[in-house]
Each structure stands twice: as structure tokens, then as C-alpha cells.
């Protein structure tokens, strides 16, 4: 089955920390690169981060450089999504979905097609 469950959301103050964790169906995790997204109501969802399924290797946006931090573990078949330094602009629903990137040069990341239900974070000022 080709599931997503993300998790971990919550209202935090700016400044503060969250971990995000998403559970995917061992058919993704074992065969996708599993990145996170986030949107804002009236927002194209915009990628945030992922993590390659076979070397681990991971992109970030320019944005979550040096705060978010995104881990496998792979008996769990979850990814993680630790966030810091939270601010008020990182306010949106967070999910995660199997990507590819963008290009070969990891430009970005395009998400398969398959979602979770999303998690929110809120950030207060």
C-alpha cells in the first residue's frame, strides 16, 4: 500500500524547535528520495527538504539551510524533519511525499503524487 502519515506539528513560539516525522509505506521509502513540502493557504506549495533513499544524501531549500535538519531511519521507514529556529514565516502545512529532483543538479524537488494529509506547524511572533 502507498501510504504517508505525517506527524509532529504543533504551535510553537519563534525561536523554538519541532521535529516532524513521517511514516511512509515501505513501496516509497525503499524506492523514492522522501522529501517534505509546506503550504500556506493561497501558496503554491514549495519543497523544503529531502533525502535520498539509497545514499542519504540531502537538499534543502535556501530557506531551511542551517535550521531544518532531515534524517531516515530506515527500520522505522520514516523520515524526520527536525526543525529549529522556527519562525512566523514558517507557518504552513507540512507533508511529505516520495520526490525526484527537479534536475540534475538538485535544484529543487518534485513531489510523485502521493501525500499524506499534512501536519501543521504554526509559529507565534
Known amino acids: 500500500e502507498v501510504q504517508l502519515v505525517e506527524s509532529g506539528g504543533g504551535l510553537v513560539q519563534a525561536g523554538g524547535s519541532l521535529r516532524l516525522s513521517c511514516a511512509a509505506s515501505r513501496f516509497i521509502f525503499d524506492r523514492y528520495a522522501i522529501g517534505w513540502f509546506r503550504q500556506v493557504p493561497g501558496s503554491e506549495r514549495e519543497g523544503v527538504a529531502s533525502i535520498n533513499y539509497n545514499d542519504g544524501i540531502t537538499w534543502y531549500a535556501s530557506s531551511a539551510k542551517g535550521r531544518f535538519t532531515i534524517s531516515r531511519d530506515n527500520a522505522k521507514n520514516t523520515v524526520y524533519l527536525q526543525m529549529n529556529s522556527l519562525q512566523p514565516e514558517d507557518t504552513a502545512v507540512y507533508y511529505c511525499?516520495?520526490?525526484?529532483?527537479?534536475?540534475?543538479?538538485?535544484?529543487?524537488?518534485?513531489?510523485?503524487?502521493?501525500w499524506g494529509q499534512g501536519t501543521q506547524v504554526t509559529v507565534s511572533s
Open positions: 511525499a516520495g520526490v525526484v529532483p527537479t534536475d540534475s543538479r538538485w535544484s529543487g524537488i518534485l513531489p510523485m503524487g502521493y
